[in-house]
């Protein structure tokens, strides 16, 4: 089992910046790729940001495309989501993930974090 513990949400303005931190105490954390998911009320979870298990390799949904940006500290084992140049649209709750196979749909992930909250105020 592996436990993910997100830290680092609040509440922010528009254009500001926050740094999301998802933190897990597996000793294995180098076997997963690790993915940030966001779900707003009444909207389905969708994904965001997904980094391969050595960090060489990224990718991101258009809608945060050169604005956030994900990087993994795998002798720290966490793995980071810069966000830069928020909008009201990004507000939603941000679930870290973990999983063993590449790919940009919640399935794809066997481990999740409780998730933290981002709100972003116009």
């Known amino acids: 089992q592996v436990q993910l513990v997100e830290s680092g949400g609040g509440l922010v303005q528009a254009g500001d910046s926050l740094l999301l931190t998802c933190t897990t105490s597996?000793?294995?954390?180098?076997?997963?790729?690790m993915g940030w998911f966001r779900q707003a009320p009444g909207k389905e979870r969708e994904f965001v940001a997904t980094i391969s298990r050595g960090g060489g390799s990224t990718a991101y949904a258009d809608s945060v495309k050169g604005r956030f940006t994900i990087s993994r500290a795998n002798a720290k084992n966490t793995v980071n989501l810069q966000m830069n140049s928020l909008k009201p649209e990004d507000t939603a709750v941000y679930y870290c993930a973990a999983g063993r196979t590449p790919g940009q749909r919640a399935y794809d992930y066997d481990y999740w974090g409780q998730g933290a909250q981002v709100t972003v105020s116009s």
């Open positions: 597996t000793r294995t954390f180098t076997n997963y790729i």
